[in-house]
Antibody, heavy 120, light 106 residues
Framework: EVQLVQSGAEVKKPGEPLRISCQGSGYRFTSYWITWVRQMPGKGLEWMGRIDTDDSYTNYSPSFQGHVTISVDKSISTVYLQWSGLRASDTAVYYC?????????????WGQGTLVTVSS | IQMTQSPSSLSASVGDRVTITCRASQTISTYFNWFQQKPGRAPRLLIYSASSLQSGVPSRFSGSGSGTDFTLTISSLQPEDFATYYCQQTYSTPYTFGLGTKLEIK
């Protein structure tokens, strides 16, 4: 069974660093990219970026480039999303998803989401 | 690429046929997906490549379109279908979503 399990909810202060994780299982991890998607409270879905889990190649949305870093540790089938300094506006639920590209690209399995709350 | 969904909200009854549309700001061939999201839950892939039904999704869901105009149809609404629906283009990065259509019970 394909599963993506994300790390638990976090409460942080502005300026603090944070790394959240997404661990895949039930499939060949390095055969699929992983996507990260943000959902701010009461709002829609925003595509943040994706990583090739085999070679660590990344694509970022310009809206997030330079503010977040996506990385992978193949040895434990885990992808990370990290911030060096959080802002209050980073308060959101963050989802990872398995991203498959053949003739087309789509996210077929999703993690349960990680709620990040940034407040002084 | 901007994705414009309509309507933004919709009230319907169990058994109704419902159509949601999405327009891309430029041609995207069939690099297009539909997702369903219920409150407090992760999105669920319904349709990929504009018209392919994801495994496990009921056949009352269907998708059509290519180029710039796309449609999601639910042939006979069931109680579990009341949710928010999002379209997404995967023609070029950054992949973008529509703002969503909230489907509510009439």
């Amino acid at each position: 069974e394909v599963q993506l399990v994300q790390s638990g909810a976090e409460v942080k202060k502005p300026g603090e660093p944070l790394r959240i994780s997404c661990q895949g299982s039930g499939y060949r991890f390095t055969s699929y990219w992983i996507t990260w998607v943000r959902q701010m409270p009461g709002k829609g879905l925003e595509w943040m970026g994706r990583i090739d889990t085999d070679d660590s190649y990344t694509n970022y949305s310009p809206s997030f480039q330079g503010h977040v870093t996506i990385s992978v540790d193949k040895s434990i089938s885990t992808v990370y999303l990290q911030w060096s300094g959080l802002r209050a506006s980073d308060t959101a639920v963050y989802y990872c998803a398995r991203h498959r590209c053949s003739a087309d690209c789509y996210d077929d399995y999703w993690g349960q989401g990680t709620l990040v709350t940034v407040s002084s | 690429i901007q994705m414009t969904q309509s309507p933004s909200s919709l009230s319907a009854s169990v058994g109704d046929r419902v159509t949601i549309t999405c327009r891309a700001s430029q041609t995207i061939s069939t690099y297009f997906n539909w997702f369903q999201q219920k409150p407090g839950r992760a999105p669920r892939l319904l349709i990929y490549s504009a018209s392919s039904l994801q495994s496990g999704v009921p056949s009352r869901f269907s998708g059509s379109g290519s180029g710039t105009d796309f449609t999601l149809t639910i042939s006979s609404l069931q109680p579990e279908d009341f949710a928010t629906y999002y379209c997404q283009q995967t023609y070029s990065t950054p992949y973008t979503f529509g703002l969503g259509t909230k489907l509510e019970i009439k």
